[in-house]
């Protein structure tokens, strides 16, 4: 699978109706995210069960906004709907190969339960 533009309207959607969702949050005139841009490409192809969206934050301000983007690139990833990476910065290949493979390997109902007990007690 091949990387996909997610828009204000798409974000939510997206991330939950897919298992493992990874968002770049980019610009044309950042040169990390352009260093980035095919080592992101790259792993889109290698692991087409995973959704490997981008968000143009020129184009997407209020979405860039809502999701706190201080700093690009930021790679966020999104398992069954939960936030489980965060971080500003390029990764080299290696290191998002690692990711991957880190967040398949989560135990989502440790991590899950890891959430709630953030939660306040309404």
């Known amino acids: 699978m091949s990387t996909v533009n997610l ?3 798409t ?3 997206t991330v939950r109706s897919n298992d493992i ?3 770049d949050f980019w610009a044309a005139w950042c040169g990390p995210c352009r260093m980035f841009a095919p ?3 790259k792993a889109s192809s ?3 069960d995973i959704v490997f969206g981008k968000v143009d934050t020129e ?3 209020v979405l860039a906004a809502q999701a706190d983007i201080t700093s690009i690139p ?3 990833v999104f398992r069954e709907s939960v936030l489980v990476f965060r971080q500003p910065g390029a990764l080299p290949a290696a290191a998002l190969d690692e990711l991957i493979g ?3 390997a989560l135990d989502m109902d440790d991590v899950r339960a890891r959430v709630a007990a953030k939660q306040p007690v309404s």
Do not use: G
């Open 7 to 9: 828009t204000a309207d």
């Open 11 to 13: 974000f939510e959607q």
């Open 21 to 23: 969702v990874l968002v």
């Open 39 to 41: 080592v992101y490409d």
């Open 46 to 48: 290698a692991h087409p």
């Open 59 to 61: 184009a997407e301000r």
């Open 74 to 76: 930021t790679l966020m």
């Open 102 to 104: 880190a967040v398949r």
